[in-house]
């Protein structure tokens, strides 16, 4: 459960795939355009149900809440071995007399 | 209010205006062009007011550094004699990070002073980030709408983390999946809202990038005692091309402007299933490409960004090129930069290695680095997402399926694309069904948007 003021995320579907552009790629012609914004709830209610939310800019909107204290997960990703060995190559090349 | 993708679309016209706060009709001519710097001047402001009211946002005199390690890695791999030095514009140091708040700068600028209370903008870019930082010191507030995820839900971090960018410049995020309909979703947004359009194509936005163009050639005098020989844009939607070098002439300097973008040929954007095998969400040939053969697709009527009058050249380089120049970058001059923003970097190095070693090249732009917008995270990403990444010869990249870093400095190579094919393919785009109709006004129209001259725009009319 999801409380008033809880600031959650919400999903919508902006076009079911019969009402997208005709000048679509197949395998996007198929998908919804789906749409995410961020708000505070208006209203207690639970993950997957329809609630309204406030937006940062003061919007009043609809959506199914899918998540409550949304949060970026983005990172630095993985060890690439190959970003080290382009350092060093080209320190090398610039500075150890490499020709 | 009717609100289908049909409805919002019928109303498009009318939404733009009162969102730009210009009528962009009485531009038009009676045949098929319109006065492209009647338009530009329309934004009543001088190049001196520009700067001024930049400066206001701490916008702009970014640094202009010398890559002395660079040029001399260039110089190994070139000719005996040859290898231009190399500069770069570190636009990363203005608030955004990026030169894209150049752009932003004057849009918000203009919406503040007509009224509005606030800002739209579509983009997954950098300029979100910008229109968002702007927005934020002149107290209005600031919508972004982007394209972001695929159909599982899987987003691009270079995206991701400019959403988080803008989010914590105050700005409300709007993501969406693939798919071009984005621009309906923002003129229902600035229908609802009564917000003002930033879009990237304005006269407004165009005309905040002059001043790049323009600082370029006084920092070049100030510095070097002379103008740069090659000014390197980075080309997407056009708009940096055009914005410098309309900068550069304002200046009085006759730099050769060459565009680079990374290749993705054979990718189509708006499909959903290589949304995530690209690694270059912005700065590729998937935008650069048609926005320079048809610049009116975009969101306003008649867009400012035409960066085929100002071309001399249009080069395409890799996207493992980018990627280890972006790591050359850091590793010989101790600058770490976003990955994107190195395109014209990669191009500038190759390029320099054809030039003699008293010219000098320019790469106009940076971008700021940071989770997901960095080389690691794009590379990590590309190799989760099944892309094959390893040394080789550049030449040998196939966008979507691999990523090829060159096993060597010099096989970092430019590609050129057919600058007439593109000017030819202009010229049908602009000339449609009229053909039989062209007055002289017509004909001088194309010269302008193609860089040519009346036999090259009478022959191609003729092979229509």
Known sequence: MAKKGDWVQIHNIVLPPEERSSALPEDT????????????????????????????????????????????EHNFGFFVPEVLEIGDQVRKITFGGED | MDNSYDAIMARKNEIIKNAVGMDFEKFEKPGIGFDYEAMMEATGYTIDEIRRVQSLFSIGNTPLIELKNLTALARKCAPEGKGARIFIKDEASNPSGSFKARRACTSVYQAKKLGYKGVVTATSGNYGAAV?????????????????????????????????????????????????????????????????????????????????????????????????????????????????????????????????????????????????????????????????????????????????????RYVTVTQGSVFYITECLASLEGLEKGPAGNTSLAGAFCLAQDMDQDQCIVVQETEYTGAGKHLNPQLSFARQNGIDIHFGDPKDEIPGKNIILPAHPSLIRVTDLDLDHMRKSRIKRAVGSHKDELTDEDIKFLIEETNTDEKFVRDAVASL
């Open chain 1, 29 to 72: 012609k198929v998908n919804p355009l789906e749409m995410w914004v961020k708000g505070y709830l208006t209203e207690d209610a639970e993950i997957g149900e329809v609630a309204e939310v406030i937006t940062r800019t003061g919007r009043h909107t609809k959506g199914t809440v899918v998540k409550v204290n949304p949060y970026f």
């Open chain 2, 132 to 312: 968002a930082c702007c927005a934020a010191m002149a107290g209005l507030k600031c919508i972004v709408v982007q394209e972001c995820y695929d159909s599982h839900g899987v987003g691009q971090p270079e995206i991701i983390e400019k959403a988080r960018k803008c989010e914590a410049l105050g700005a409300e995020v709007v993501q969406l999946t693939v798919g071009p309909e984005l621009f309906s979703t923002v003129l229902q947004l600035l229908e609802e809202t009564g917000y003002f359009n930033a879009s990237l194509y304005t006269p407004f936005g165009i005309a905040g990038v002059e001043t790049l163009g323009y600082e370029i050639a006084e920092q070049f005098r100030q510095k070097i005692g002379k103008d740069p020989d090659v000014v390197v844009c980075t080309n997407a939607g056009g708009g940096n091309l055009t914005g410098t070098a309309r900068g550069l002439r304002k200046a009085g300097c006759n730099a050769k402007v060459i565009a680079a973008s990374v290749n993705l040929s054979g990718l189509h954007m708006a499909s959903d299933n290589q949304f995530n095998k690209k690694s270059f969400t912005t700065g590729h040939t998937g935008f650069g490409v048609p926005y320079s053969v048809n610049p009116d697709h975009s969101d306003v009527p008649r867009s400012a960004a035409r960066p085929l009058r100002y071309m001399d």
